[in-house]
């Protein structure tokens, strides 16, 4: 196998010391900046998508948001070339960052993307500091760890201290545990995305079992207690997904297509069965056909869409208070605090249009392909599946919320990771084939000499 930086005698992960440094801006992540210490019942919040990154005035959120970043670029540092390196050959990703920052030219609010896009670029190469600094299966249970603090911190939070773990919302159906994190629909979202590796990580003892039954066992229950009810479904799919993609490797591969036809079928039917059934399901859910209210947000903010549909009004500027293009949409909804279009991809449009949403498709695509093509080459490992997971959750997460190419966001860190450990073990295997095929080439023709001169 390849090595990393992480060297084979290196001692147990959970006892070296970058471990442990890394935790910091790994949870300042996972809380997009602001933990519920600092936003009670969601106050830095709005609709679930944190703002407190990008608060400015609040001393301990604005001490919080240096120091991490400031820590993380420490640790980036001694393996900047690596990571830079790694960074030109996303270069999706990259074209990404580089729109994001070429954006302060056309931006409503210029300092604020100038500032953004800092931060941002500290995300992405953080999350590229990662895939260089630890072997995937290692990064895996790096991920674990942070799950687990944020797991113990929301239980705790939520049980002893309920003024700063639970969210209250203006109906009993819209409340719910928050734990460390700034809005309940965020514990449910980044305890789902801390669940997945845990999914697929092999374990060794009764030990190892018993902590694995643990910690998937508190993180449903923690999904359940959000009461977020498309944690919920995401939840369920991403167990379904770990199933299906588990169970498919044991089967030989005349049995996995056989079997992923049917599943085809089955998928089929159930979505015409869910579509005909809808209402009822969304009334069972607390929720109605305009899923409570986003298909209006949506429908107006289109309309500030097609004003600047290719390049959007700066990164991290479209919503600038009732200044600029989002005074019309606010007016329009009779919403004062809204901030979000309640949706990734449109969020994405607005702030850098449709070159920008192409981009990360690109980006999306090419990581599917390539994650693809290392399935077909091997037979399906934990991190693979880790990978595919991750872009799973990327796709259903952005449809009635999400966060795409965010500064300081968990999720953009994850899919970072994802794509850059997919691009590197791309590369690794690809010159290894390539290196055999050169081996029977040269092979064939020293034979076919030999042949020749007999």
């Known amino acids: 196998m390849l090595m990393t930086r992480a060297s084979a005698g290196a001692p147990p992960l959970r006892h070296q010391v970058i471990t442990w440094l890394v935790q910091l801006p790994l949870l300042f992540y996972a809380v997009h900046g602001a933990c519920s210490f600092f936003s009670p019942n969601g106050a830095l ?61 056309w931006s409503q609010d210029p300092t604020a993307s100038l500032q953004r896009v800092a931060y941002l670029l500290v995300t992405t190469c953080f999350g590229l500091y990662l895939v260089e600094r630890f072997s995937p299966r290692q990064l895996m249970q790096v991920v674990m760890i942070t799950g687990a603090i944020a797991i113990i911190g929301s239980l705790f939070l939520a049980v ?52 694995r039954f643990l910690y998937i066992g508190s993180s449903i229950f923690l999904v359940a ?56 399901i969304l009334g069972a859910l607390h929720k109605d056909m305009t899923l409570t209210g986003r298909t209006t947000i949506w429908s107006v903010l289109l309309t500030s869409f097609v004003k600047r549909p290719w390049l959007g009004y700066g990164y991290s500027a479209f919503w600038v208070g009732t200044k600029g293009e989002s005074a019309n949409a606010i007016y329009a909804l009779n919403w004062p605090r809204l901030g979000y279009a309640e949706n990734g ?15 990360y498709f690109l980006a999306y695509l090419q990581s599917y392909r390539r994650l693809k093509c290392l ?46 450990s997919i691009q590197k073990r791309y590369q690794e295997v690809r010159q290894q084939v390539e290196g055999r095929d050169r081996l029977t080439m040269n092979s064939m023709l020293v034979r076919s000499a030999r042949s020749g001169a007999v």
């Open 345 to 359: 991809v449109l969020e994405l449009a607005l702030e850098l249009g449709a070159v920008g949403v192409g981009l």
């Open 160 to 211: 002893a201290l309920p003024r700063y773990g639970i969210f209250t919302g203006r109906a009993e159906e819209s409340s719910g545990w928050q734990g460390i994190y700034s809005h309940k629909n965020t514990l449910g979202l980044m305890t789902m995305y801390f669940l997945a590796p845990a999914l697929f990580l092999p374990v060794n003892g009764t030990r190892e079992k018993l902590w």
């Open 225 to 280: 207690m959000s009461r977020s009810r498309g944690a919920w479904i995401m939840t369920a799919s991403l167990l379904a997904f770990a199933l299906i993609i588990t169970v498919g490797s044991r089967l030989k591969p005349g049995e996995r297509a056989a079997a992923y036809w049917a599943l085809g079928v089955v998928l089929v039917v159930t979505a015409a069965t869910v579509w005909a059934l809808l209402p009822v």
């Open 45 to 105: 919040s709005v609709a679930g998508s944190t703002v407190a990154d990008m608060d400015t005035g609040g001393g301990p959120t604005r001490l919080i948001v240096g120091a991490s970043t400031l820590f993380a670029v420490l640790l980036i540092f001694p393996l900047a070339s690596s990571v830079l390196s790694l960074f030109s050959r996303n270069r999706y990703v990259a074209a990404l960052v580089v729109l994001a920052t070429a954006s302060i030219l």
């Open 375 to 420: 399935l077909s080459w091997s037979s399906g490992t934990a991190e693979l599946f880790w990978y595919g997971s991750t872009l799973f959750l990327a796709a259903i997460t952005n449809i009635e919320a999400g966060d795409i190419a965010s500064p300081n966001s968990m999720e953009w860190l994850i899919f970072v990771i994802a794509a850059g």
